[in-house]
């Protein structure tokens, strides 16, 4: 999966508690680092988890939409520490909202959830479906 985070403290926490969980992560520091990576075309992830703010350049929306364009349909988890940012925007089935300050074990369920069958919410971006192994509520 790839993991774009321009804090590199959250990056490196991020990535080690997913690669703690099983999974392999790529990182990038911005969403113009991301980008390059997946032209690169040497792996294609399986997820992208986002921060929202990037800092200059492109910020967690923008990148999403250029990685769909690249990859349909990619599964997506934003990461933000400002929820509210998201609430006109329309979440796809596969996409999926962690709001910041978020326990590992948080992080993980929306990870797993998303591998799972490659989906998010569009129906309400604070809490996950409840047909997963247990119901995440997200903290604003």
């Given at each position: 999966m790839l993991i774009?985070?321009?804090e590199p403290l959250i990056r490196m926490l991020v990535c080690d508690l997913l690669e703690e969980?099983?999974?392999?992560?790529t990182e990038a520091a911005s969403g113009e680092a991301a980008l390059r990576l997946l032209?690169?075309?040497?792996?294609?992830?399986?997820?992208?988890?986002?921060?929202?703010?990037?800092?200059p350049g492109l910020d967690g929306k923008m990148l999403a939409h250029e990685v769909q364009r690249?990859?349909?349909?990619?599964?997506?988890?934003?990461?933000?520490?400002?929820?509210?940012?998201f609430a006109d925007y329309p979440f796809q089935p596969w996409e999926a909202l962690?709001?910041?300050?978020?326990?590992?074990a948080e992080l993980v369920a929306v990870v797993r959830a998303l591998c799972a069958d490659g989906r998010g919410t569009n129906q309400s971006p604070w809490m996950m479906p409840?047909?997963?192994?247990?119901?995440?509520?997200?903290?604003?």
């Open positions: 774009v985070e321009d969980a099983g999974f392999a992560c032209d690169q075309g040497r792996r294609r992830p399986n997820l992208l988890v986002t921060d929202f703010n990037l800092g690249r990859l349909p349909a990619l599964p997506t988890a934003f990461v933000t520490g400002n929820p509210e940012s962690l709001a910041k300050p978020f326990a590992g409840s047909r997963w192994d247990q119901t995440v509520h997200l903290r604003a």
